[in-house]
Every structure is written in structure tokens, then in C-alpha cells.
């Protein structure tokens, strides 16, 4: 075989390496926009973030559309509400759980969070909504970040109900 002909077959093998690297995930900084990904909660960080093991990663994942109160925010003081936020947050989610992440539009934040739509498994198939149902109780508040808007309404509307029935921190915090 003429050498231009093993240098162009090893180029070629290289570039088709690279894509399947690309096409799964791997070597481009993990998750791309809308990837479903399963794994389990290591830790809970606060209100709003975790540390989840996804595949073969480990992960702090941000959850999208939703804001909860600072609770261990370095050189911040301790908010309203932060800390019964995060022990709910650990309450929902302790370690070990299992759980589906939905990587939004934009994939990670200015931190490299990967932000995610965090779905909580049970032994019977269901899931719940993490996000939303931290806005429903009244242990967050909504923020919207463009392109990640896929429930705004949703939990803009939780939010609102939560707000007039004085739910968590809209009773405690004014």
C-alpha cells in the first residue's frame, strides 16, 4: 500500500473515532441540549443544585427555571428560607436516589453546571418533577434564562399559586 494511501486510511480512522466520540457525548464536555440522561444524586449542594453520578461522570447539575433562597453561597450571607429549601432539596433527593436529568438548550452555565429539567425515580416507574415541585411547595422561586423556557409557563404558573396561598418562603419571607 503506498504510504499516501496508510496516512490518508489512518486520518480517516482518526476523524471516524472523533465523530462517535462526538455523536455520544464524550470528549465534547458530556451532555448537548435535550440528552436524557439517568443516574443517581451523590449530594445535594443547596436548594437548586445537586451532585448527580451520570454514566460514567460525576456531575454538579443546576436545575433549570427555578431559584431557590442562598444557603451556602461563599461570601453571602444566608437567605430567607435557604436552608429549609436545601433540606427539602435532601429531603426529595438523598443520595443514592435515582433520577432522570433533561439537559436544557443551553447545556451548562458561566460555573460549568450542567443544567437540567431533574426528574426523581421510584421503585414503581414514577417520577417527579423535581424543579416544579419545589415551585409548587413554595421552596423556590422561578427565573427565567434564554433558550432554557421549556416549562417558564408551567412553573410561572406554580409559582403564582404557591404566592397566594403563602406556601414555604412566601410566608416566611416578605
Known amino acids: 500500500m503506498p504510504t499516501g494511501a496508510k496516512r490518508s486510511g489512518v486520518v480517516c480512522a482518526a476523524l471516524a473515532a472523533a465523530l462517535l466520540l462526538a455523536a455520544s457525548g464524550c470528549g465534547?464536555?458530556?451532555?448537548?441540549?435535550?440528552?436524557?440522561?439517568?443516574?443517581?444524586?451523590?449530594?445535594?449542594?443547596?436548594?437548586?443544585?445537586?451532585?448527580?453520578?451520570?454514566?460514567?461522570?460525576?456531575?454538579?447539575?443546576?436545575?433549570?427555571?427555578?431559584?431557590?433562597?442562598?444557603?451556602?453561597?461563599?461570601?453571602?450571607?444566608?437567605?430567607?428560607?435557604?436552608?429549609?429549601?436545601?433540606?427539602?432539596n435532601e429531603r426529595l433527593l438523598p443520595s443514592g436516589s435515582p433520577i432522570r436529568v433533561v439537559v436544557g438548550a443551553e447545556p451548562r452555565d458561566r460555573y460549568g453546571r450542567l443544567l437540567a429539567y431533574v426528574y426523581r425515580k421510584d421503585q414503581a416507574g414514577q417520577e417527579l418533577f423535581v424543579n416544579a415541585d419545589l415551585v409548587r411547595r413554595g421552596f423556590a422561586d422561578t427565573i427565567v434564562f434564554p433558550p432554557n423556557t421549556r416549562h417558564a409557563g408551567e412553573f410561572a404558573e406554580l409559582r403564582t399559586r404557591a404566592r397566594r396561598a403563602e406556601l414555604g418562603l412566601w410566608q416566611r419571607c416578605r
Request: aromatic residues 4%; glycine residues 14%; hydrophobic residues 30%.
Open 28 to 88: 465534547s464536555g458530556g451532555a448537548g441540549p435535550g440528552d436524557e440522561i439517568d443516574g443517581t444524586v451523590s449530594r445535594v449542594v443547596d436548594g437548586d443544585t445537586i451532585v448527580a453520578n451520570l454514566g460514567s461522570r460525576e456531575e454538579r447539575v443546576r436545575y433549570i427555571g427555578i431559584d431557590t433562597p442562598e444557603s451556602v453561597k461563599p461570601n453571602a450571607k444566608v437567605d430567607c428560607f435557604g436552608p429549609e429549601a436545601s433540606k427539602e
